[in-house]
């Protein structure tokens, strides 16, 4: 089992629609969570991070974090083509408190 | 504000020719700092990580070494390149506390021929 797993993809969603991007982790005692998105050629940048079980929002983002279930999920409201690119889950290991990543999963928006 | 700084850009370098990458961060101190690697349609792959000067450690065997001469400068380097070292480098940082998520620079894009 791998540490992150997240759906490749690629997630197929028309402009003005909601994204869902879901991400699962192994390690129970992990407490920080994260998501990066990643332009084709770019670097990562970090976007969103939760701690505590519930929801966050910020702007048309909102991450959602059930840590019984192992589970963090991506929500992009109102999606943009801009919004068209790979979102990262990355997960705090409890052990090393080294960033673990998932292999990403790629959104594409339609206009 | 802190910034990263990662150069060149891109890079094109013949099989068996040293590589010296090199990644700065402003604006912090003791910062710990990561060097990653990502294959074309494929994941970050963590190389090496720093949590202060002369300290390294390596996570995966393999044709690179990393060196942190100073507080905020971290260098990835090769006596040889193979063309599987091949990719797009990327640096990144993060405070001591690991609460926090990894701010990467801009990142290197190497192609060996």
């Known amino acids: 089992q791998k540490e992150v797993e997240q759906n490749s993809g690629p997630l197929s969603v028309p402009e003005g629609a909601i994204a869902s991007l879901n991400c699962t982790y192994s390690?129970?005692?992990?407490?920080?969570f994260f998501w990066y998105r990643q332009y084709s050629g770019k670097s990562p940048e970090l976007i969103m991070f939760?701690?505590?079980?519930g929801d966050k929002e910020d702007g048309r983002f909102t991450a959602q974090l059930n840590k019984a279930s192992q589970y963090v999920s991506l929500l992009i409201r109102d999606s943009q083509p801009s919004d068209s690119a790979t979102y990262l889950c990355?997960?705090?290991?409890?052990?090393?408190?080294?960033?673990?990543f998932g292999q990403g999963t790629t959104l594409q928006v339609k206009p | 504000s802190q910034t990263i700084h990662q150069w060149p850009a891109t890079l094109v370098q013949p099989v068996g020719s040293p590589l010296s990458l090199e990644c700065t961060v402003e604006?912090?101190?003791?910062?710990?700092l990561y060097w990653y690697r990502q294959a074309a349609g494929r994941g970050l792959q963590l190389l090496f990580y720093?949590?202060?000067?002369?300290?390294i450690s390596s996570e995966v065997p393999q044709n690179l070494s990393a060196s942190r001469p100073q507080d905020r400068q971290f260098i990835l380097s090769s006596k040889k390149l193979l063309l599987s070292d091949s990719g797009f480098y990327l640096c990144?940082?993060?405070?001591?506390?690991?609460?926090?998520?990894?701010?990467f620079g801009s990142g290197t894009r190497l192609t060996v021929v």
């Open positions: 990144a940082w993060r405070t001591r506390d690991r609460n926090y998520g990894y701010t």
């Open positions: 720093s949590v202060g000067i002369g300290q």
């Open positions: 390690d129970r005692g992990s407490q920080s």
């Open positions: 604006g912090t101190s003791n910062p710990n």
């Open positions: 939760i701690y505590s079980n």
């Open positions: 990355a997960v705090i290991a409890s052990n090393t408190g080294k960033l673990i």
